[in-house]
């Protein structure tokens, strides 16, 4: 065998132990990135191209990885029996275990094939024009061929833009923002602070306030009346179980006392409760674990639950229960740290998925009840207030005040990305209906810097 042709199919069977180990690996947090990472076109062989453009399409919608759905998405792209027989081979010695464990070193080498192969080819040409053009045009071009082959077989390098389509859109008269991206995805279910809040796809929102401020109350009820609105809910809660959320839910939405729900239930239930609750149970789906578990496990489980339907909002409850990854274990990471890093995390979560992340968090002990929060009062404070897109900051105007009675609530919007801020509202608080109700005339003003009509050039 010749020494190309020892290459050639080193090279194939390379990608072939790639594309069988992402098959393995379908369901981790990673592929999706991994996949995105490499170009079809770094791939020799026909049907790996295929292929691997049969799982890029796959996972940017969200969907999972099976022989079906790549079989059916390959048909599409117009493969032919041989492609098909090979995808089949792939997904056969996936079963066998003939994969790899770790994706980045097989992308790294097909991707080095690919370099060398534009690169081989690119070497006669500039050879060529070595001799016959001035050296000013040899080295523009040398330079053109190895920019070229830096970001060969990565898409996301060359995935630049030239803002034609924004500023056309503008030119046009219409909003730079497509329409589903200028659509809130959380609907909090209070007229007032639905209207300013600015929870288009990406935003990561938090809900803080000290125990027994009804920050828990306020996500159900975000999540009752987001899904009653169509758009898609997972919630994940550490502190409740899928009972006793439940039984807040059915308060929330059916204004039913929830211990009546949870413990005594009902002779007999309105049918409008029932059409409800259907319409609940479609777009509203529990993520359930126990205090301790780690940011990286929820994360993966939101994006199970994303691919199985797509998601609009994933909400939290709470920050600082959960638990710390393997890693900061290891690295003994500070508390204030470890909170950094997952915020961090859930704002490109949201970015990625193009959903709302809604976190619940503590306030620190320097809050007293009574007193009103401000951002430097989130319990692992810092990496958070940079993070977050909206905050949401409640506390009880009262210094002393009875967990299960109705009681007053202030709500300050303190930040919100691109629209109004600071304005604080007065809430009327229902904890056995998980409730709340604005009091309209009791709501502060809220403040924005002023936007100019126009923009003149030279001003």
Request: net charge neutral; glycine share 8%.
């Amino acid at each position: 065998m010749s020494r190309a042709d020892s290459a050639f199919q080193d090279a194939i069977e390379v990608e072939a132990a790639l594309i069988v180990g992402v098959i393995e690996m379908r369901a981790d947090l990673d592929t999706p990135t991994h996949i995105s990472s490499l170009d079809p076109e770094a791939f020799m062989g026909r049907s790996h191209q295929v292929i691997w453009r049969a799982f890029a399409a796959i996972t940017e919608g969200g969907g999972l990885i099976d022989a079906w759905a790549v079989g059916k998405v390959m048909r599409k792209l117009g493969a032919m029996d041989g492609d098909l027989q090979a995808m089949e081979g792939l997904f056969a010695d996936a079963a066998n275990g003939f994969g790899s464990s770790d994706l980045r070193p097989r992308i790294a080498k097909v991707a080095d094939s690919y370099k060398r192969r534009l690169l081989g080819k690119s070497m006669s040409a500039l050879a060529e024009l070595a001799i016959t053009a001035d050296l000013g045009t040899v080295e523009a071009e040398f330079a053109e061929v190895a920019g070229q082959v830096a970001q060969a077989g990565n898409p996301r390098l060359r995935a630049s833009t030239d803002y034609a389509r924004q500023f056309e859109a503008y030119l046009s008269g219409a909003p730079i923002l497509s329409l589903e991206s200028r659509h809130n995805l959380t609907a909090i279910g209070l007229p007032g602070i639905d209207a300013v809040v600015v929870a288009n796809p990406g935003r990561l929102i938090v809900i803080g306030g000290l125990p027994s401020a009804g920050k828990t109350a306020l996500a159900i009820q975000a999540a009752v009346r987001t899904s009653l609105a169509g758009r898609r809910v997972a919630m994940g809660s550490l502190e409740m179980d899928a009972e006793e959320i439940s039984a807040r839910i059915v308060a929330c939405a059916c204004g039913v006392n929830s211990l009546v729900a949870l413990r005594h239930g009902r002779r007999s239930v309105p049918p409008e409760d029932r059409a409800i609750l259907d319409a609940v149970r479609r777009n509203l789906v529990g993520l359930h674990g126990c205090a301790g578990d780690s940011w990286n496990s929820m994360e993966s489980a939101i994006i199970r639950e994303h691919r199985r339907h797509p998601l609009s909002v994933a909400i939290v409850d709470y920050l600082q229960l959960l638990g710390e990854s393997p890693d900061a274990k290891r690295r003994n990471d500070s508390e204030a740290y470890a909170i950094g890093q997952i915020t961090q995390s859930a704002k490109k979560l949201a970015q990625r998925l193009k959903i709302n992340v809604l976190l619940l968090s503590q306030f620190n002990r320097k809050v007293e009840e009574g007193q009103e929060p401000t951002l430097q009062n989130f319990l692992g404070s810092g990496q958070i207030e940079r993070d977050i897109d909206i905050a949401l900051l409640l506390w009880n105007t009262d210094k002393n005040p009875e967990p299960a009675a109705d009681r007053m609530v202030s709500c300050r919007v303190a930040k919100n990305r691109g629209g109004q801020r600071f304005g604080k509202f007065r809430l009327r608080f229902k904890p056995a209906l998980n409730q709340f109700f604005e009091e309209p005339k009791e709501t502060d003003p809220f403040h924005m810097d002023p936007v100019p009509d126009a923009w003149v050039p030279g001003d």
